[in-house]
C-alpha cells in the first residue's frame, strides 16, 4: 500500500501491491520496483477548471496525492508534472 511507501528508507526498493480488475473480479499482485527507475506523471492538475465538478475532484484527491508525492520525490523517484 502507498502507506508502505511514506515509511520505507531511500536505499530500499519500493513495495506495492497492484490491482487489476476484470470480468472475473479484482486481483491483487506484489510488485518492487526500483525507486531510481520509476516515475510517477501526474496529468492535468489544476487549481481552477470551467467544470466545478473536476475542479472538485482534483481537491478532494490533491491532498492524498500530495503525501504519495512527497514521499516518492524523497526516494529518488522522479516526478513529472503534465497537462493534458
Known amino acids: 500500500p ?6 520505507s528508507r ?3 526498493p519500493i513495495e506495492l501491491s497492484l490491482r487489476t480488475r476484470s470480468e472475473s473480479g479484482v486481483s491483487e499482485t506484489k510488485a518492487t520496483w526500483n525507486p531510481h527507475e ?24 490533491a491532498p492524498f496525492m500530495n503525501r504519495v508525492i512527497h514521499a516518492a520525490r524523497q526516494r529518488g523517484v522522479l516526478i513529472v508534472h503534465s497537462p493534458s
Open 2 to 7: 502507498l502507506s508502505m511507501l511514506a515509511t
Open 10 to 12: 531511500a536505499s530500499e
Open 38 to 61: 520509476t516515475a510517477i506523471v501526474i496529468c492535468d492538475m489544476w487549481d481552477g477548471h470551467w467544470c466545478p465538478s473536476a475542479t472538485a475532484r482534483v481537491g478532494e484527491m
